[in-house]
């Protein structure tokens, strides 16, 4: 739990990639996954990441709202929304530069 913005967005950048690279080196190990399993294995990972992703992005501000701090509480949401929405465009960039190349 962070008030930086900076801080929040990168964990949450960092965590994305951690997963890319675990998903990544996982097929490799496993080519073929158990049908039977894979679904659970994603649903239960799509709900991590949706508890990490609203740690990171909601609870410091939830706690600055019911503190009564509301305008604070915005700006920290929206300036973390807003530096990892500037992450996502670079990465997005760097994706169509290697493509239209």
């Known amino acids: ?9 990168l964990l949450a950048f960092l965590y994305i990639c951690l997963l ?5 080196w996982g ?3 496993l080519p073929h996954p158990d049908p039977a399993i ?4 994603m ?4 709900t991590l990441s ?15 709202y019911l503190d009564g701090h509301k305008k604070p509480a915005v700006r920290l949401f929206l300036q973390t929304v807003g530096i990892f929405g500037g992450i996502t465009i670079i990465m997005l960039i760097l994706l169509f530069s290697r493509i239209l190349s």
């Not at 894979?38 to 294995?41: A, F, S, Y």
Request: net charge positive; aromatic share 12%; charged share 5%.
């Open 38 to 41: 894979m679904p659970v294995v």
């Open 50 to 64: 949706a508890a990490v992703m609203a740690y990171l992005f909601c609870l410091q501000p939830l706690m600055l």
């Open 27 to 29: 097929s490799r190990l």
């Open 20 to 24: 890319v690279f675990v998903m990544t």
């Open 1 to 9: 739990m962070n008030k930086n913005p900076w801080i929040n967005a």
């Open 43 to 46: 649903i239960s990972l799509f």
